[in-house]
Nanobody
């Protein structure tokens, strides 16, 4: 079993930056694809970004491409999401996701973190 704990959320002004971290315990993440999802009030949870086991391949939702960067440090069993040029529409609860698999064209995680709130003011 894998436990994922996010940190780094908070309140930031539009144009600002935040760095989210996701620390894993229970077993190593090094063999898994990892990712981030988000859920805004009244909306469905949506995919944000994913990274392969080595960190050498990444994939982003169009809405965050060029502004967000996903990375990982397997030695620390941690995944990161650097968010720059934040917009009010980025306001959501951000969830770390572990052991992502592409099923039917959609990223499907096996493990979820508890989420961290990101609020971007205009």
């Amino acid at each position: 079993q894998v436990q994922l704990v996010e940190s780094g959320g908070g309140l930031v002004q539009a144009g600002g930056s935040l760095r989210l971290s996701c620390a894993a315990s229970g077993r190593t993440l090094s063999g898994y694809y990892m990712g981030w999802f988000r859920q805004a009030p009244g909306k469905e949870r949506e995919f944000v970004a994913s990274v392969n086991w080595s960190g050498g391949w990444t994939y982003y939702a169009d809405s965050v491409k060029g502004r967000f960067t996903i990375s990982r440090d397997n030695a620390k069993n941690t995944v990161y999401l650097q968010m720059n040029n934040l917009k009010p529409e980025d306001t959501a609860v951000y969830y770390c996701a572990g052991n992502l698999r592409l099923l039917g064209g959609r990223w499907s995680p096996e493990y979820w973190g508890q989420g961290t709130q990101v609020t971007v003011s205009s």
